[in-house]
């Protein structure tokens, strides 16, 4: 197991020799290029924009700097990008953009990186400061409009504060629990004058305090419960990846025999070949996963945050488990499930706290048990049906997973498509799944995809969208054009807004409501784009199309033709409790599912 | 989770900056704590403002009210004082609408209450007091039969009793574990 996130911090600060473009620190320069010496300082390379009027006066400066500025189509696009990048990366994303519309349209990536917290400074163009609050040409609020969804932001009006605020951006971003902070700066303060004053000192703020210690005495409580735990289950989040703790989290299990659930974006934290290794929790976590979470007798939340679509039902949620809850943001703590042993501080430094305090012991009782769910779910899985004569999404996914080695660094977008990868693609390494799980963005996935092909130029990238979602942010295969990107496209098109369309199968009687979705012939689409695109139809045809755009160094989209109306098994309904799921009907191996559909029965699967 | 709410008052130390009282304001309404009331005014301190907040939230959630705060960028300090000895006094301007007649009563209420009266005129006068929440409501209980026909009145500002002097900067913000335990 190698850890690739040490090694691909492209954005944290450059220790090396400065560039020569770079000025010295008492230089007189424009706010313009004080923002670029910050930038480059801080080891930026790769930002995502789209220009105009309030932010001319830093593109005109950008091009003096070794700075490569991708266009995107929309700045949506560009916030997006930031976000793969930084999610890719592990270091911080920058986008850029200009004044009123360009600043609110990078508004929806902003959220879906607070709400996983992606560390991204987006700059923004604002207004000359004599035109604010005169509802000038192009002038937003965007301090203002950003507030819930930053993590902090700024407005500079003043060319010599645009250094010390900038570096604070970046630290701000990227310390303590990390965060999207915008930086507004008025044409002005990019066009006038300052002393460039730089030292590489650390960013003092007197208010914010990122790092938090762990008590030693709910250290202690934590180890006599893991110690005393017959039925333990760890749930480890996005805090794992994050942390860097995967290896520190491999060590644990191999020492304590406890078996590892994982959130949507904890998947790759912990290696899903692993044995003690049981997959993603949740609405649409697997069946063992969640049985195993509700007859658990201790959790250990690793950096997650007990969102509702991990946790089902509040009230009846592992109701025989004592839970011990890590996490760095102590506003966390208590806010959706009580925690027993409440522990403030950094995954990472916990569990290297907690490894060599914990008793060496096997839980072999427990592991049976779980198995023993594992193989009843395996019936019911639609990877055991051959299903030759249709096209299956879980059958595209699995075969992607299977014919890339699980190597692929995957991005989704948000629906079915994101559930089905989440099942099947097996992830081994951090930041191998790029996912938008808090806000559940659609159209994340190319834009992000993009971001993470100029983190990571070397990895194997492919989109999985579905025909909704990839019709929100299309656009951007311009980008992958003009920037002569290698990335594969598999849009998983069954011509439905496929979630929301399975709900009103399961609570709305069928009645399929603006869910039939029209759309662009995607071959003809990514051809219009100087692109290549193929068309899947059939099972048979899957492997040779995959391959295809594998052994190509062009943009490869492919459209998957699936059945309209297959159903994510299993779910928890909304305000369920976890282990009342909706499982797929049992398959015989002689039928086809949709030959011989049952209406899918809520299934208790506990035993009362 | 559901939990008994209470009165609480929270002393806010946070930097002199524009936009700040926005930052808290609009935490509040995202996560839903209601404002009972907010002062905020500058300290003796420079850069430095003091907010007192006084709103009603369950011990857990008062915990997560004081971390969210700290989450804040341009917060120094917070402090829940609901528990410990303090000094917390509200402001409060009444118009009674008063003549001649029925002056002399009023003014005696006016004398037991400990209120100032700042002006007076043939139909009215105009009464500050400074006291206790509870003390400035049975003020205005009182006065209502006279005919009350403005009041003004400050949020609450809270002070600690003990000899020390706010830390504002590196203290230990989490007190997550420990207030949990306790």
């Not at chain 1, 630290?171 to 902070?181: M, Q």
């Not at chain 1, 199309?545 to 492919?558: D, K, M, P």
């Not at chain 1, 009907?585 to 899918?600: C, E, I, K, Q």
Request: glycine share 8%; net charge negative.
């Amino acid at each position: 197991m190698t850890q690739t996130t040490t090694t691909a911090s492209p954005a944290s600060p450059a220790k090396k020799e400065p560039h020569p473009a770079l000025h010295a620190s008492g230089t007189t320069l424009t706010g313009a290029e004080i923002l670029w010496e910050v930038l480059v300082r801080e080891g930026v390379d790769t930002v995502f924009g789209y220009p105009g009027g309030a932010i001319m006066p830093a593109y005109d400066a950008m091009a003096r700097y070794p700075i490569h500025h991708v266009l995107t189509r929309h700045e949506q696009g560009a916030s997006h990008m930031a976000d793969g990048y930084a999610r890719a990366s592990g270091g911080v994303g920058v986008c850029i953009a200009t004044s009123g519309p360009g600043a609110t349209n990078l508004v929806t990536g902003i959220a879906t990186a607070m709400l996983d917290s992606i560390p991204m400074v987006c700059i923004t163009g604002q207004v000359p400061s004599p035109f604010i609050g005169t509802d000038a040409f192009q002038e937003t609020d965007i301090q203002g409009v950003t507030i819930p969804i930053t993590k902090h932001n700024y407005l500079v009006t003043d060319p010599k504060d645009l250094a010390r605020v900038l570096k604070e951006a970046f630290y701000v971003a990227r310390s303590g629990r990390p965060g999207p902070v915008v930086v507004d700066v008025t044409k002005d303060a990019q066009q006038k004058s300052a002393t460039f004053e730089w030292n590489d000192e650390p960013v003092k703020l007197r208010g914010y305090r990122p790092e938090h210690t762990p008590l030693s005495s709910e250290l202690e409580k934590a180890r006599e419960l893991i110690d005393a735990a017959e039925r333990p289950v760890i749930l480890a989040g996005h805090g794992i990846i994050k942390g860097q703790a995967t290896g520190l989290l491999l060590e644990f299990v191999r020492k304590t025999d406890i078996p590892v659930a994982q959130t949507l974006l904890g998947l790759g934290g912990f290696p899903a070949s692993h044995e003690r290794a049981l997959g993603m929790m949740g609405m649409h976590g697997e069946a063992w996963v969640n049985q195993a979470i509700q007859d658990a007798d201790l959790l250990i939340a690793l950096g997650m945050r007990f969102d509702d679509r991990v946790t089902g039902k509040l009230e009846s949620y592992a109701p025989k488990a004592k839970k011990i809850h890590v996490e760095l943001d102590p506003a966390e703590i208590d806010k959706n499930v009580k925690a027993d042993v409440p522990i403030v501080g950094d995954v990472r430094e916990v569990l290297g706290s907690l490894l060599p305090a914990v008793k060496e012991r096997k839980r072999s009782a427990w592991v049976t048990h779980i198995d023993g769910l594992r193989s009843e779910s395996a019936e019911r899985d639609i990877q055991t049906h051959s299903g030759e004569a249709h096209l299956y999404a879980a059958h595209v996914i699995g075969d992607l997973y299977r014919l890339t080695e699980g190597k692929a660094t995957v991005v989704t977008d948000v629906g079915q498509h994101q559930m089905w990868e989440a099942q099947y693609y097996k992830h081994e390494r951090p930041r191998s799944l790029l996912t938008s799980g808090g806000l559940g963005t659609m159209g994340f996935a190319l834009p992000a995809a993009i971001g993470a092909r100029f983190a990571r130029p070397n990895d194997e990238t492919w989109v999985i969208a579905g025909d909704g979602g990839f019709q929100m942010t299309a656009c951007e295969l311009s980008v992958c054009a003009q920037e002569n990107l290698n990335l594969n496209i598999a849009i998983v098109n069954n011509g439905f807004l496929g979630m929301v369309r399975q709900w009103q199968e399961l609570f709305y009687e069928k009645r399929y409501v603006a869910t039939p979705i029209g759309a662009p012939d995607f071959v003809l689409l990514a051809q219009a784009h100087g692109l290549e695109g193929i068309r899947v139809t059939k099972r048979s045809e899957v492997e040779a199309a995959v391959q295809h755009a594998r052994s190509v160094s062009h943009t490869v989209l492919i459209d998957f033709r699936v059945e309209p109306e297959e159903v994510v098994y299993p779910m928890v309904p909304s305000g369920k409790r976890l282990d009342e799921m909706i499982r797929r009907p049992r398959l015989s191996p002689a039928t086809d599912p949709h030959d011989s559909v049952a209406p899918p029965a809520m299934t208790k699967t506990d035993k009362d | 989770m559901t939990e008994t709410k209470q009165r609480r008052t929270f002393v806010v130390h946070v930097e002199d900056e524009p936009g700040v009282l926005n930052r808290v304001a609009s935490l509040f309404r995202r996560r839903a704590y209601n404002i009972d009331s907010l002062n905020v005014a500058r300290t003796h301190e420079k850069g430095v403002s003091r907010m007192t907040i006084v709103c009603m939230a369950g011990a857990s959630e008062a915990r997560r009210i004081e971390a969210n705060l700290y989450k804040l960028v341009d917060v120094l300090r917070v402090d829940e004082v609901t528990d410990t000895a303090t000094v917390e006094h509200v402001l409060c301007l009444v118009k009674v609408g008063v003549d001649e007649a029925r002056r002399p009563e009023v003014l005696q209420i006016l004398d037991v209450f400990g209120a100032r009266t700042l002006d007076l005129s043939p139909c009215s006068l105009v009464t500050e007091l400074t006291g206790a929440v509870d003390v400035i409501d049975r003020f205005l209980a009182v006065l209502a039969p006279f005919g009350i026909l403005e009041v003004a009145q400050t949020g609450a500002v809270a002070m600690s009793r003990d000899a020390e002097r706010p830390q504002l900067r590196a203290a230990e913000p989490c007190k997550g574990s420990s207030a949990h335990a306790a």
